[in-house]
């Protein structure tokens, strides 16, 4: 199979009372015929035209308006969720600084639902409830993040006893976007 060897003619030059055609090898790349400015010869010119490009850039429009939402509820989903596996860690750590004893009290964390405010929990030691007990720590979630249960305005008290860790049963619900997700404790003190 012979391999065709592309040219494009450039300007005719008279030497010596000849006309002599100069031939130079062209890429068989993309190739579409083009004028040249200088002269009247034809030439091929590689690229792409505007309005190949405008299509690709088009599409590449589409595609990242379609991929942000996917990519905005992702995280989301994300942000929920490791709210909601902190919550539960924390839980757990307050259970087990009851069951041996830590500073004599039991432990807990008391979780506020602020009506258009802040929403957070704090975990915290006592000997009777959250009114007479000492703060050790406070955790704010993000913004768009909120509880659902404790209700709007309310709070919620989870109270691990000493040595045995039981409290009562109790569930906290993280919302955000239509999304949620549920931590739950158990009456013997599991937390999942």
């Known amino acids: 199979m012979k391999k065709e060897q592309l040219t494009c003619d450039t300007a005719s030059r008279t030497i010596n ?9 062209v890429s068989p790349l993309r190739l579409s015929p083009v004028k040249c ?3 009247n010869v034809k030439c091929f010119q590689k690229g792409f035209s505007l309005l190949e490009l ?6 590449i429009a589409i595609l990242g308006t379609v991929g942000s ?31 041996i004893g830590e500073d ?17 929990y704090e975990l915290f030691s006592t ?21 659902s249960d404790p209700s709007a305005g309310s709070n919620k008290d989870i109270i691990f006893t ?13 919302v955000s976007e239509g999304k949620y997700a549920t ?7 599991a937390v999942y």
Do not use: C
């Open 17 to 25: 009372g000849t006309r002599n055609a100069t031939r130079i090898p």
């Open 37 to 39: 400015q200088m002269s």
């Open 54 to 59: 405008l299509i690709v850039v088009a599409i």
């Open 69 to 99: 939402g996917y990519y905005r509820e992702f995280i989301k989903n994300v942000e929920i969720q490791s709210v909601s596996k902190t919550l539960a860690s924390d839980l757990r750590h307050a259970r087990s600084k009851a069951m």
């Open 104 to 120: 004599g009290f039991k432990w807990g964390a008391h979780i506020v639902n602020v009506n258009g405010g802040d929403q957070y």
């Open 127 to 147: 000997p009777t409830n959250y009114a007479g007990g000492t703060v050790t720590a406070t955790t704010t979630l993000s913004r768009g993040l909120v509880f």
């Open 162 to 174: 000493k040595i045995s860790g039981t409290t009562t049963v109790a569930t906290v619900v993280i």
């Open 183 to 189: 931590t739950t404790v158990s009456s013997i003190g």
